[in-house]
């Protein structure tokens, strides 16, 4: 079945920098990736999402880049802020609906 | 738009008895709603998706009659644990999908549960 390999498992970052998370999906026919913040006891909250049509989408300071032939889509955070600071999911959809989550990475930034 | 609630957030129950937790679309139908488990420091791991009106789909190795999901209406989903055990304690967190939004997931606030 479809994979999704998320790494690193833990980033830590200086208030300011960048953070970069990658991820690797198996399934070819993978046709929507989106990325996930998560607060402790909280649910997923959607940051950016992409399509397979779609090589890199943009919000402020989130991008996601997608690469189909390599089968891999990264997360880009610019200026990081210590309020960036969660667990990030990234996500394959395999066929309408339903997705595939990585397993996560710890984002820590230190003011 | 697009809220979805759980209830209860927190439920503290015995070995052996059974626990309901409810998903509810509020501003939205929903063409499909999804079961999630997830256990501490751990990704979210999809248990069952279910559609309104026929038999939920299990992923593998999660047991069907262990975890009963119902979904009644297009804008409720149940998932009952049935005899619960300490290693079924875990945030369990649904989420629902509209038609409008071809593959994006609204998730509910989560259910925090804890057999002892």
């Known amino acids: 079945g479809e994979n999704v390999e998320q790494h690193p498992s833990t980033l830590s970052v200086q208030e300011g920098d960048s953070a970069v998370i990658k991820c690797t999906y198996s399934d070819s026919a993978s046709n929507y990736f989106p990325w996930y913040k998560q607060e402790l006891g909280k649910r997923p909250q959607l940051i950016i999402d992409i399509r397979s049509n779609v090589g890199e989408k943009k919000d402020q300071r989130i991008a996601v880049t997608l690469n189909k032939t390599a089968k891999h889509f990264s997360l880009h955070i610019t200026e990081t802020q210590p309020e960036d600071s969660a667990v990030y999911f990234c996500?394959?959809?395999?066929?309408?609906?339903?997705?595939?989550f990585g397993t996560g990475t710890r984002l820590q930034v230190f003011p | 738009g697009a809220v979805v609630s759980q209830h209860p957030s927190r439920v503290i129950c015995k070995s052996g008895t059974s626990v309901k937790i409810e998903c509810r679309s509020l501003d939205f139908q929903a063409t499909t709603m999804f079961w999630y488990r997830q256990f501490p420091k751990q990704s979210l791991m999809l248990m069952a998706t279910s559609n309104e009106g026929s038999k939920a789909t299990y992923e593998q190795g999660v047991e069907k009659d262990k975890f009963l999901i119902n979904h009644a209406s297009l804008t409720l989903s149940t998932l009952t644990v049935t005899s619960a055990h300490p290693e079924d304690s875990s945030f369990y967190i649904c989420?629902?999908?509209?038609?409008?939004?071809?593959?994006?997931?609204?998730f509910g606030p989560g259910t925090r549960l804890t057999v002892l």
């Open positions: 989420s629902a999908s509209r038609l409008e939004h071809y593959n994006e997931q609204f």
């Open positions: 996500a394959a959809s395999i066929r309408a609906d339903k997705l595939i």
